[in-house]
């Protein structure tokens, strides 16, 4: 038995709404949105917490084995009017599929020899949705965020990581400096992306892996955190824009690290 | 002397609006809209022809001296009262600085040796503002682009292209696999990205350049343009994710075509 709601005013309504907008609300909820077949999907196949999956009845005959196989994952599945779909949705187009996913923090230990990202107040949703997504495909270990980022969680970031979300290891750092200081310590190579004094991409020796260092897309990374470093690397460049964007920057940077 | 317009209705609040949104009238009159003081400065350094530049009295004090250098290259000055530019302005936070800019497709001839971006079908504004800045940064000789990408003069290609397209030699086709089938009887190679039968970037060599191909963000290359080319090449992936975004993957080409 499902329950269906028209009504704006209901309290599950209300609660996906605060759920996509405020950064803030999901953390205190410990649970965030995806939209869209694929990401509910991509959400049932890595296992998530499924609390509880909302469909409009179109979407839900038009795709019928998936909208089965994400129900029986779900602990609760609610359907809901079209309009109220619409307004819910953060696509102009939306397919009328949405889940709130239990986040979970996917801790875990650097290693020697592994390939991490470390991000450092990244603030485009854009920019770390691409940047998840990347860092999947070429198959880094994991993604270290400093606690200033953009939230990992909002509607964007998911979107953009096409899923990498659920799977990537994603872990939150306090303070970033610090925690790149403990990698050099512990033997595992940190570098830092930095114009200043760093050595071309092309004559660094990326063989035992380690953590690839990406800073803010105006400012890049910060001072303390770059003297935190084994080593400084830069993407050579010639042309007269100043710098790449910041998911360019990082696709060269891990792939050099991952694949070079 | 310049002059001062308050009403919406003038012809040229008219004429920029309808620049800022519509591909087809910038296309008829030759000419597009560059928002932003580091634009608009970038415009007059590339010796852009400026057809018009509209600013707000208080960001013309602000910026005396820039302010100047533009008004002496622009043909027309024009102060817009604050809430017309906000009105006009495609961002939350107007700077008060824009300019009607001539169109020039600045054609070029592919060469043996050197490194050129060839893009097929990209749809979102975003590529290919980013790819066009990317090209540049690395040191590409320039940017062929099949008829049906996204119109390269919209204000979200200029403003994420950080003026690239006043720099770059950027070339468009009619016919791209025709172009490509050329190129390759000229002796320049033509690598096609796609994950079909396709050699590994990392076994692949780029040292007599050429062109790297880069397919529609949903469907890649055509089959065609793909039997045009020379070579074939991929970018080794681990994860799960399908692909990578458009404008990572032609970071990581170009890198590898250009630096690698």
Redesign the interface.
Known sequence: MTEKITSKDNSLIKHIAKLMSSAKYRHENACFVCEGIRLCMDAVFSGAQIICFCFTEKAFEKNRENAGLICSAAKRCVELSAPLFSKLSGTDTPQGFLCIVRSEEKSFKAEKGSCYAALERIQDP?NLG?IL???????ADGVILSSDCCDVYSPKVVR?S???VF??PVCIVEDLTQTVWELGKKGIRTFASTPRNAVNI?ETDFSDGGVMLIGNEGNGLDDSTIDACTDRVM???????????A???A??LL?KLI??
């Open positions: 854009s691409t997504r990347t860092a999947e495909a070429l198959g953009g096409m899923g990498a799977r990537l092309n993407i050579p460049m010639k042309g007269r824009a100043e710098s790449l964007n998911s360019a920057a696709s060269i792939y694949c070079g």
